[in-house]
């Protein structure tokens, strides 16, 4: 884009978080953004209207000075990527990008700059994880996340392809939800992680199949995240999120609902954490009790003494990122 273009952009942007009440926060991503004509012009614009900025680059034009001009313009984070060790990371980038990109992770920290490191983790690279791990850790990086890489072709997405992982082994990244407190340490609980996006959307449909609407409340939830309470013509409670995950229970246990929500919770911050939105939908009892119901769980291995308490729906936002609402003044109370 020209300045021009760049400069209707953020004034539009600027427009649509004045009309719907939000704080804007860009993120400013590449190539490498430092290198467009107008970079430090956008910088300038965003200073004078006091917006906060994530950058999203590489290292190999990042100096003490220009990292310094950064932070006084208003950036909060600097993201780089590391794709596995220093072998299979060259081989993703260039020669030389690993050992670089770790060394100005201090310069970053060094100028105030919250410094991120992003793995996109793929079959090639995902036996490197711990050691990558380790080697941000050692190089005081202040944020790491990763993200599983997401196939756009037949060629790369399919099971004999090097960037395929397999259900079995990405299972390993939702040791969050298995990790959660839990009553008594009892681990009476099991999930079911759904990541056949036609098996969700059919699990979507469930959960709506028996949704008694005259049971509810109240009727609307807001204007930027329209609900299937709101909205009457939408078929799928899990709205159309490709990823599913099943939390069931024992039924006689007096702490089922407690501990299904503390794993729901438990994944949602590991979602939020690795930029992957995410929700916890509720009905999980009505979705399964059915015929069809009872023969998914049998097929899945669901013993039969466990119920369905809520679902995690995983996916990407396909829009703007809504803002947490405005708390309210009275629902804390401190007693000393």
């Not at 990541?195 to 949704?211: D, I, K, P, V």
């Not at 809504?322 to 309210?328: E, G, L, Q, V």
Request: glycine share 6%; aromatic share 12%.
């Amino acid at each position: 884009m020209n300045w021009e273009q760049m400069k209707t952009v953020f004034f539009n942007a600027l427009d649509f978080c004045e009309h719907f009440d939000r704080l804007p926060y860009f993120y400013l991503s590449g190539g490498d953004p430092i290198l467009h004509t107008h970079f430090w012009d956008l910088l300038g614009l965003m200073k004078e209207h006091e917006i906060p900025f994530t950058l999203m680059g590489n290292p190999f034009h990042l100096t003490a000075e220009n990292l310094k001009k950064m932070k006084e313009l208003g950036c909060d984070k600097y993201q780089m990527s590391i794709d596995g060790m220093e072998e299979t990371h060259d081989w993703f980038r260039k020669p030389g990008s690993f050992k670089t990109t770790l060394a100005k992770i201090r310069l970053i920290n060094e100028a105030r700059i919250t410094s991120v490191i992003m793995t996109t983790v793929s079959g090639t690279n995902i036996e490197e994880i711990p050691s990558v791990v380790d080697a941000v850790v050692d190089s005081e990086a202040q944020v790491y996340a990763f993200a599983r890489y997401v196939p756009t072709s037949d060629g790369k997405g399919n099971e004999k392809s090097d960037w395929y992982i397999s259900p079995e082994r990405y299972r390993d990244f939702l040791e969050a939800g298995n990790f959660a407190p839990n009553a008594g340490g009892g681990q009476r609980s099991m999930m079911v992680a759904v990541h056949n996006s036609e098996m969700a959307a059919y699990l979507g449909r469930m959960n709506l199949a028996r949704f008694n609407r005259s049971n509810l409340s109240g009727s609307y939830v807001s204007a930027e995240q329209p609900s299937v309470i709101d909205d009457p013509t939408m078929k799928n409670g899990f709205y159309d999120a490709p990823t599913v995950v099943c939390i069931f229970c024992q039924d006689d246990f007096l702490f089922k609902v407690a501990d299904a929500f503390c794993i729901a919770e438990n994944m949602i911050l590991q979602a939020t954490e690795l930029e992957i939105a995410s929700c916890i939908i509720s009905r999980g009892e009505e979705t399964f009790d059915s015929a069809e119901g009872k023969t998914l769980c049998k097929e899945w291995g669901v013993p039969e003494n466990y119920t369905c308490q809520c679902f995690v729906i995983l996916g990407y936002i396909d829009g703007p990122q809504p803002a947490s609402k405005p708390r309210k003044s009275n629902r804390l109370v401190v007693v000393e």
